[in-house]
């Protein structure tokens, strides 16, 4: 199940993609300039190289001076030329950056329920393995070019994966979300059984022995998620395509398939694991404090601008920079969160994220600006255990 902190961390994943966009749409905006000021080796008019480097870079540091206020302010003193193509590459560098927005922010729900699926993929894994060990202890002649396995049990006997099976909620949420692992992987599970599991010596063991507690059920299908499937090269790679961020999101599906496991050999029996305590309220919470801080980023940076004013900009971690944007957001945009916790969670995103001393930082800066911005009216609080304006 994740938290309102994996979901922060989620949020700066997206601002720290949104800025690496933004530096490319620069760029491009001004590869579209150099092209612009290229000799025309098809013109019958004799043209000046030195003249066209010149206007190239005049109209160069056009745009880098101004594309961050959104406007070429006129000049007289500029040649129209370059006035002309500093508005145009300008205008070419809105509309990259528009689109980066507009896409950055439609991938960040799906990106997060895709957790959601991910643990459905382990879950289904095992019915998977249940499966096959059923028809590898039924048939009768063993594999020669296998080492036999004792057919006594195996994952087909297993509370935990035979819960799994059985469960119709299970079964309707796999069709509900089109959850299979499909033809195209078919090979993957077969292999990760057969080659893998039937030389895993723990497998092997609960093979040969035909009682198993509850709790020994329980521990080979949480020691076979972490120590063989999680850890097999042809798994983390298939996820891997899937996600960008597999190393800590596969940690969080193993942790809800996990808590779903524990719950099969429980009196409650299997329960699936939510994706939060409030899917509604958190995606609300993630989205608007995503839209909050990229439209209100000129405010922002303004606001952060003053603290910051004795420090080397170009020294200071850009992780540590968008920590301190979102929090101010956060700060601003959500009255039901208290100050406290918004710095508690931004101390401990730059702690795991930036630079060993960045917490600290982190925690300086926003101690400062929280004071400032409640003595202006810009933070206020309300609800339960909060004083509005104090």
Request: hydrophobic share 35%; net charge negative; with cysteine.
């Amino acid at each position: 199940m994740l938290s309102r902190r994996h979901l922060r961390v989620k949020v700066l994943q997206s601002l720290y993609a949104l800025q690496a966009a933004r530096e490319a749409d620069y760029l491009l905006a001004v590869d579209f300039i150099t092209e612009s000021f290229k000799p025309d080796l098809n013109s019958m008019t004799p043209q000046d190289p030195l003249k066209l480097e010149g206007m190239r870079k005049m109209t160069t540091l056009l745009l880098e001076e101004n594309y961050r206020k959104g406007e070429i302010p006129h000049d007289d003193d500029t040649p129209p030329t370059a006035l002309v193509t500093a508005k145009n590459a300008l205008r070419y560098y809105q509309d990259l950056f528009k689109k980066d927005k507009q896409r950055i922010a439609r991938q960040l729900t799906p990106e997060v329920e895709a957790i959601y699926n991910t643990y459905l993929l382990l879950l289904q894994l095992f019915i998977e393995f249940g499966s096959l060990s059923q028809a590898e202890r039924e048939r009768q002649y063993d594999d020669p070019d296998n080492k036999p396995l004792s057919k006594i049990a195996g994952f087909d006997t297993n509370r935990v994966v035979v819960a799994l099976s059985e469960s119709k909620t299970l079964e309707n949420e796999f069709i509900r979300r089109g959850i299979t692992w499909g033809q195209e992987t078919t090979g993957l599970v077969r292999t990760l059984f057969r080659d893998v599991f039937r030389n895993d010596d723990a497998y092997r063991a609960y093979c040969e022995t035909k009682e198993h507690t509850a709790e020994e059920d329980l521990q080979l299908i949480l020691n076979a998620l972490k120590d063989v499937v999680l850890k097999n090269e042809d798994v983390v790679s298939f996820f891997e395509l899937k996600d960008l961020y597999w190393s800590e999101n596969g940690d969080l599906a193993r942790k809800m398939a996990n808590k779903t496991f524990k719950s099969t050999i429980e009196d409650s029996g299997l329960q699936l694991t939510p994706l939060t305590d409030d899917w509604e309220e958190d995606r609300f919470f993630m989205e608007e404090l995503f839209e909050q801080t990229t439209t209100r980023n000129d405010e922002i940076e303004q606001i952060i601008a003053e603290p910051l004013k004795n420090w080397d900009l170009d020294r200071l971690a850009p992780m540590d920079y968008l920590i301190l944007k979102m929090s101010v957001s956060e700060m601003m945009s959500f009255p039901g969160i208290p100050v406290k916790v918004t710095i508690n969670e931004a101390i401990e995103m730059a702690k795991e994220y930036s630079t060993p001393k960045s917490g600290k930082f982190v925690n300086g800066i926003l101690d400062t600006l929280s004071k400032t911005l409640i003595k202006e009216g810009k933070i206020r609080k309300s609800g339960r255990g909060l004083l509005d304006n104090k």
